[in-house]
């Protein structure tokens, strides 16, 4: 499932303001077509639940469905007013909405680590608060080099910045980044040391940077 990949599960939605959250992320990333949500059949008629285990305490369907044989998984409209849900053939080519749990590379403080290879390492707060300054300091085995990979990050042009240095002080700046980047690459030019700095200047509406590395 692309969500595992992330550490993460199918979201589950429990309120309005989650509803239009998820909307508001998944047309953030262009999935204008629906995405798919972590709700399932659960094998009583059209009686739905969330694959995480959550209670199913809220429900935002249009009117009509679900419809018996439609199929079974859970997707919501991304063009509508509303983020409206319908049941769907699980076989549909469709964006998927991710949910992750708290752990210790995803909190709302900036932590100190240590990191390892291959973990994703969050800005505090992400998805919900980016407005938290954070300085990641990422080794490998000496004689390696260390590249990162940006895997999303969501910042405001005018005043965010996520900034990619050789060694921890006084490197050179690898790059220095800020609006919406995601897949670039970035290498130490001959060190085994690297800084990652999430500078905000508030941070608003924008869910910060998810970041991996490796040695090279």
């Known amino acids: 499932m692309e969500c595992r990949q992330y550490g993460a ?3 589950s939605i429990h309120n309005y303001q989650e509803n239009s959250f998820v909307k508001k992320l998944a047309l953030a990333d262009g999935a204008v077509n ?3 949500l972590g709700g399932t059949i659960t094998g009583k008629g059209n009686e739905y639940g969330w694959v995480d285990g959550s209670n199913w305490d ?5 009117p009509g469905f679900p419809i018996d044989g439609l199929g079974e998984c859970l997707t919501m409209d991304t063009l509508g007013s509303s983020g409206q849900w319908m049941n769907v053939d699980c076989n549909t080519k469709q964006s998927v909405a991710c949910i992750r749990q708290p752990n210790s590379s995803y909190a709302d403080v900036c932590s100190a680590g240590p990191w390892k290879e291959g973990q994703i390492i969050y800005t505090p707060g992400y998805p919900y608060d ?10 490998v085995d000496a004689g390696k080099k260390i590249e990162v990979k940006i895997q999303l990050l969501e910042a405001n042009n005018c ?13 050179t700046i690898l ?17 085994n040391l690297m800084r990652v ?4 200047d508030g941070g608003v509406n924008v869910r910060g940077a998810m970041v991996t590395y490796l040695s090279i």
């Open 9 to 11: 599960n199918l979201a």
């Open 34 to 36: 629906g995405v798919f």
């Open 58 to 62: 809220y429900s935002n369907f249009y």
């Open 130 to 139: 980016a407005s938290i300054p954070c300085d990641f300091f990422l080794t």
């Open 159 to 171: 005043c965010d910045h996520l900034i990619v240095s050789d060694s921890y002080i006084g490197g």
């Open 175 to 191: 790059a220095n980044l800020t609006g919406i980047v995601s897949g670039n690459t970035y290498t130490t030019k001959s060190s």
């Open 197 to 200: 700095s999430w500078n905000p």
